[in-house]
C-alpha cells in the first residue's frame, strides 16, 4: 500500500541550466514589458508584477524546497504594513521603505521559519498558517496599521528624493505613470533574476537534493535544516520584497494582504502556473490576476471558480500550465 | 524564456474609452458609480437600494442632462478598503466615471475620497459614517451627504443624558466608523457630565457577542452604547436580550431596516438619531412609498441620501452648464438643497452637506398600526444644532 | 482595572462552549487525518454546511415543497444534518479524495482548500455574509438558567452538554469496540489490515462520512448560538486547526481534551487581556512546537 510517495514539485525533474549566458529572453521580456502601459492599464499590470514576484518568491519555497507554506501572506502584507508606515509616517523615500518592508519580512521569515522547519509536510502547512493568523490580528490589533482601515494614503514619494513616483505622463488622452511603472518593473525583474540566480546556484542544487530525499541529502552531511530555513528566510523577504512594492503602488497596505486567503491565492498561482518551473508562477500570477479582474463583476462566483481551478488543477493538472508545456517540450521553462 | 506579460495581456487588453474634455460633458456622457455593500453586512441598508435609488433620481430628473445621456454602473467593494481603492481608481482611469456616490463603510469611503481628491472627481458619502470625512481627511472634491458620527452620536447621547442616563459602557466596531462614533459620543457623554466606564472593540462582522455583551454588564454602565451599526447592532441586540442583560442599550446608528429586522418587540423604547425616516412628512412618506413600491423596503437614511445628493449633483451640472468637477463643486455649494430630504440643506466648504436630523423612538408593537408603522418623532434637531460647526472643525481646506 | 472572580467564571463559560465546539471539530479533523492523511481544509465548509441545512430545513422546505408548514425540527435537523453532509463527504472520498492517497498529502489539502472556497463561494451568492439567524430553537432551550455568577442561555449549556457526549461517543467508539479496531488497525498497518480480508478502502470511505458528520453535526448545534453565515466556517477553521497541531495526532481524547481546555483558556485570556484572546492559541501553538513538536499527546515520529 506504502507506494512511493510523490514529493511536490517532483514531476518535473530538474537538470541545471548550463545556458547561464542567453541573456536575451531576459532583454526580450523587460522591452516587452516596457511598452505594455502604453496598451494596457498600467495600475493593474504593476501589481500583477507584484503579484507574480509573490509567487515565484512562493515557489523557491514550494517548487524547488518542497515546503507547502499555507502563510506566505503574513511576510507579503506585513511588508506592506511596514513600508506604508515607513513611507507615510516616517517621510522615508520609496527605495528606502520598500528596503524597511523587505528587511522586516525578512526576521519575521527567520522567526516563523525556526518554528515551522521542526515540522514537516503538512503539519508545516499548518503551522505556518497558524503563526500567520498572529501576523493578522497583530496587524488588525496595532495603532498604526488602521485596523479594518487598513493603512491608507501612503505617498509615492520621489526616487532617491529625486524622481517624483506620482508624476504622469500624457499619452494620447491618457495620463500614464510611467515613473512608478519603470520602478516597479525594475524591482519585479530583480526580484525575478535574484531568484533565477538561486535556483541555478549550489544553494538551489542541494535545496531540489532535500526535497527529492530529505535523508540522503542529511547522510550526504548537509545540514538540511539550515538550508531549509534558509530557503524560507529568503523566500519571505523576496514575497516582502513584493508586499512593499505592492503597498506603494495601491497607495494603501490592508488586512487582505495578510489573509489566509491570500496564503491561498499564492499557493493557486503557483500549483495553477507550474511549482517547480521558473515561469510558472508568473503565468500563474497573471491567470488568477486576470480572472480576478474578469469575474469581479460576479460577486462569489469569483470565490467558486477559484475553487474549481484547485479542484482542477489537483485532480488533473498537477504540473501545471508551464508544467505541463515542459513535459511536453522536454526541457525545462 | 521570461517574456509572459505581453502576448497573455494583450489578449485581455482593456477597450479604454477616451476622457475628452472638449464638449460640456466628458466623453459624453454622466457617469455616476455606486460603490457600495452588496453581500456584506451593510448590504441591507444600502447595497442594491442604492443603486436603484440612484435610478430613480436620474429617471424623475428626466434620464439626461445637458443633452447628454446619465448612465448608472455600479460594483460591491466587499467592505474592503483595497478593493473599494482600486475599484475606483479603475473607474476614474478607465471608464471615464465623473461621481461616485454611496460609498458605505468609512474605511473605504476615506480610501475612496483620498482618490477622488487625487483625480480630481466628487465622491458623495452617504453609507460612510465617520466624522473624519469632513475634519483630517476632507477633500474640496469630497461631499459627506446623509449623516456623520457627531450628528448621531450629539442628538442620541445628549437627550439619553438629559434623562440621567449617565455612565456608559461602549461596544464599538473596531473601525474608522466605530471608532469616530464612539469617540464623538463619549466627549458628549463627558461634557454633559456623565462618564464613560468602558469600551470594548469587536471586528466588522462579528456573529458572537457574548463574552463583549458580558464585559459591559460586568462593568455597572446604566447604558451600553453599540458604536456599531447594521447587522453587528442587531446581532448585539439579539444577544444582549439571550444573556438577560438589564441595561439599557442605544444604537448610535440605527436604520429603519434594522428595526425591521429585530422586530418592534425587541427595539421597543429605543431611543436614535436619524437624517430620514419615510413617516415624518408628506414628502418623506411620498418618496419611501414610491421606493417600496420598487423595492419591497421602505428607504434607509442612506436611500433617502443617495437619491437627494444625485439630483443635487445633476442640478448642479445643469447650473454649471459643463460636468466639469471643479465648476460642478462650486454650484452644489451655492445652491440650496430643497426636497423631502432636506429643507434648506446647505453644502459647506469641508464636504459637509447640513440639514435637519430627526430624533426617533420606536414604538411599542401595540402601538403600531402597519408592517413598517415603527418609529415616533421625538424632536427635530436644527441643522446647525445637530452638525459640528465650522468653526470647531479640523479640515484643512477652512481658512481661519 | 480590578478583576472580579465572576467576570473570569462567566467568560470561562463562554470559552467551554466555544472550548466544545473546537473538541468537536477537531475530533473529526483528527479521525480523519489519522486515517486518511488527510487535512480536511474543507471541514469549516462542512461544519458551515450543516448549519445550512438546519436553517434551509427549516425556513425554507416548506417553500420548496409548497407547503408553508412543513418544517424540518431543529431535533430532525440535529440527525437529517450529519447525515447529508456525510453522504457529501463520501462522494467527494469516492470520486475524488481517493485518487490523491498515491501523491504527496499536500495534495489532499490543496483539494480540500478549494472544495471549501466552492462550497463558501455558492452561499455566498444566496446569503449575505452578515449571516442569517436560526429560528428553529426549540421551545424547551429557550430561556437562561442562574448559575449564580451569571444567566446562562439554556441552549448553550445543551450544546456543552451534546458535544461531550457525541465527543465520548466517538471515543467510545473508535478505542472501545470492533469496529473502532479495524479503523486503528487500518491507519497503522493498512497491508496487515488487509491481509486479514478487512475493506480497507470502504474502510476509509466510512472515516471520511463520520469525521465531516461531526463538521455536520457541530454546524447544527452551532446554528441558534451564532447567526449562520458562509464563513462561519473559514474563521473557525485556522483555530480547528492549531487546536490539532497542540493536542498532536497521537489520541482521540487529545484532540478532545485540548479543544476543551483552549476553548477555557481563550475565554479567561478574554478577562485579563481581551486583544490577546484571538492569537493565545497560536502563540500556545508556537511554544508547544518549540518545546514538544510532536504536540501535546502526539507520538513522536
Sequence with gaps: MEARQLNVGEAIPFEPTRRRTAYWPWLAALAAAAIIPFGIYPSFVMELMCFALFACAFNLLLGFGGLLSFGHACFFGSAAYLSGLALRDWGWTPELGILFGTAGATVLGLLVGMVAIRRQGIYFAMVTLALAQIVYFACLQLPFTGGEDGLQGIPRGHLLGLVDLSATVAFGDRQLPLALYYFVLAVSFGGYWLIWRTVNSPFGTVLKAIRENEARALSLGYRVDRYKLAAFVLSAGLSGLAGATKALVVGLASLSDVSWHMSGEVVLMTLLGGMGTLLGPVVGAVTVGVLHNELASLGSWVTVTIGCVFVVCVMAFRRGMVGELAHWLKRTL | MHAPFKPLLLSVALAMPGVAWAGPVSGDVVKIGILTDMSGVYAGLSGKGSVLAAQMAVADFGGKVLGKPIEIISADHQNKPDIGAAKAREWFDTQGVDMINDLVNSGVGIAVQKIGAEKHRITINNGAGSIALTNKECSAYGVHYAYDTYALAKGTATALVKQGADSWFFLQADYAFGQALQGDAAKIVTSLGGKVTGTVKHPLATTDFSSYLLQAQGSGAKVIGLANAGGDFVNSVKQAKEFGLTQTLVGLLVFDSDVKALGLAAAQGMTFTTAYSWDINSDTRAFGNKFLAKAGSMPTMVHAGVYSSTMHYLNAIKAAGTDTPEAVMKKMRELPINDFFAKGGKLREDGRMVHDMYLVQVKKPSESRSVWDQLKLLATIPGDMAFKPLSASECALIKK | ?301
Design chain 3, 1 to 301: 482595572m480590578d478583576i472580579s472572580l465572576q467576570a473570569i467564571l462567566s467568560q470561562a463559560m463562554l470559552g467551554l462552549n466555544n472550548g466544545a465546539f473546537y473538541a468537536l471539530l477537531s475530533l473529526g479533523l483528527a479521525v480523519i487525518f489519522g486515517m486518511l492523511n488527510v487535512v480536511n481544509f474543507a471541514h469549516g465548509a462542512f461544519y458551515m454546511l450543516g448549519a445550512f441545512v438546519a436553517l434551509l430545513g427549516y425556513d425554507f422546505l416548506g417553500k420548496w415543497l409548497g407547503d408553508e408548514g412543513v418544517r424540518l425540527s431543529f431535533w430532525a435537523a440535529l440527525l437529517v444534518s450529519p447525515l447529508l453532509v456525510g453522504l457529501l463527504g463520501v462522494l467527494i472520498e469516492r470520486l475524488m479524495l481517493r485518487r490523491l492517497y498515491q501523491v504527496d498529502h499536500l495534495y489532499g489539502l490543496l483539494l480540500t482548500f478549494g472544495l471549501a472556497l466552492i462550497l463558501e463561494g455558492l452561499f455566498s451568492n444566496y446569503f449575505n455574509v452578515a449571516g442569517e439567524p436560526y429560528n428553529g430553537k426549540p421551545a424547551v432551550l429557550e430561556g437562561a438558567v442562574n448559575l449564580g455568577f451569571m444567566f446562562f442561555p439554556k441552549y448553550r449549556l445543551f450544546s456543552i452538554v451534546l458535544s461531550l457526549a457525541v465527543c465520548f461517543a466517538v471515543w467510545f467508539l473508535i478505542e472501545r469496540t470492533r469496529l473502532g479496531s479495524y479503523l486503528r488497525a487500518g491507519t497503522e498497518n493498512p497491508d496487515v489490515t488487509r491481509a486479514f480480508g478487512i475493506d480497507v478502502p470502504l474502510l476509509r470511505t466510512l472515516t471520511y462520512f463520520l469525521g465531516v458528520a461531526l463538521a455536520g453535526l457541530a454546524g447544527v448545534v452551532a446554528a441558534p448560538i451564532y447567526s449562520v453565515s458562509p464563513k462561519m466556517g473559514s474563521d473557525l477553521i485556522i483555530i480547528v486547526f492549531a487546536v490539532v497541531v497542540i493536542g498532536g495526532m497521537g489520541s482521540i481524547m487529545g484532540a478532545i481534551l485540548t479543544g476543551l481546555a483552549l476553548g477555557l483558556l481563550e475565554g479567561v485570556v478574554k478577562v485579563f487581556y481581551p486583544p490577546l484572546a484571538n492569537t493565545v492559541i497560536f502563540i500556545v501553538m508556537a511554544l508547544v512546537l518549540l518545546w514538544r513538536p510532536a504536540g501535546l499527546f502526539g507520538k513522536e515520529a
